[in-house]
Nanobody, 127 residues
Framework: QVRLVESGGGSVQAGGSLRLSCAAS????????MGWFRQAPGKEREGVAV????????YYADSVKGRFTISQDNAENTVYLQMNSLKAEDTAMYYC????????????????????WGKGTLVTISS
């Protein structure tokens, strides 16, 4: 059974940094694409950053390129999202997600459907 638990959200001023963590169980990073998605009030959920099975590929939304970094620690079974130079428009609920291993190691992208989701962690940026 896959379980994803996010943490690290909070309230910071614009220009600040946060690091989100996703503690994962039931996934194998060599087989599962992992990612971070967000949903702002009144907006659709969007892909922020994903990392392919094995960590060889990463993809970022244009709006966060150069500011956010996704990484994974296999020993800790944790996926991170380092967020720097935060802007008010980054305010959203951030969700960790994973694709099922049966989809194959090639399956990974910001617009690809994910099979497992955490409950989210709230990020609020004040300007």
């Amino acid at each position: 059974q896959v379980r994803l638990v996010e943490s690290g959200g909070g309230s910071v001023q614009a220009g600040g940094s946060l690091r989100l963590s996703c503690a994962a169980s039931g996934v194998t990073y060599s087989r599962n694409c992992m990612g971070w998605f967000r949903q702002a009030p009144g907006k659709e959920r969007e892909g922020v950053a994903v990392i392919s099975a094995g960590g060889g590929r990463t993809y970022y939304a244009d709006s966060v390129k150069g500011r956010f970094t996704i990484s994974q620690d296999n020993a800790e079974n944790t996926v991170y999202l380092q967020m720097n130079s935060l802007k008010a428009e980054d305010t959203a609920m951030y969700y960790c997600a994973a694709a099922g291993a049966a989809r194959g190691s090639w399956y990974c992208g910001l617009h690809y459907g994910m099979d497992y989701w955490g409950k989210g962690t709230l990020v609020t940026i004040s300007s």
